[in-house]
């Protein structure tokens, strides 16, 4: 579960990617059809959290919450097992 916190009262939206271009899901638009696994835990008030389901090695990315073009948290998803790919990030 990656967790997303905010008092914004707007649009919250979930993203993938290090530029944040694969779009998963947001308050207005649910989850994405695209992504199957995913679900949203907004049941608090301010609480905005991805679920990944049945997680595998392709789910490991950066994952962005933001609330209107505002970024409320930033997260790298790192998986750990036998066969992994090391990704590097420059700054």
Same mark, same amino acid.
């Given at each position: 579960?990656l @967790? $997303? *916190? /905010?008092?914004?009262?707007?649009s919250? @939206?979930?993203? *993938?990617g290090v530029a944040?271009?694969k %779009? &998963?899901?947001? /308050?207005s638009?649910g989850v994405?059809l695209?992504?199957p *696994?995913l679900?949203?835990?907004?049941?608090?008030?301010? @609480? %905005?959290?991805?679920?990944i389901?049945? /997680?595998q090695q392709r789910?490991?990315d950066? =994952?962005?919450?933001?609330?209107?073009y505002? *970024?409320?948290v @930033?997260?790298?998803?790192t &998986?750990?097992g036998? $066969? %992994?790919v090391?990704? $590097? =990030?420059?700054?």
């Amino acid at each position: 579960m990656l @967790q $997303c *916190r /905010t008092t914004s009262n707007g649009s919250v @939206q979930w993203h *993938r990617g290090v530029a944040g271009d694969k %779009f &998963l899901a947001s /308050t207005s638009k649910g989850v994405s059809l695209l992504y199957p *696994r995913l679900s949203l835990n907004d049941s608090t008030e301010g @609480q %905005f959290d991805l679920l990944i389901n049945s /997680t595998q090695q392709r789910d490991a990315d950066m =994952y962005s919450c933001l609330a209107g073009y505002n *970024r409320v948290v @930033q997260t790298e998803l790192t &998986l750990l097992g036998k $066969c %992994f790919v090391l990704k $590097c =990030y420059e700054s």
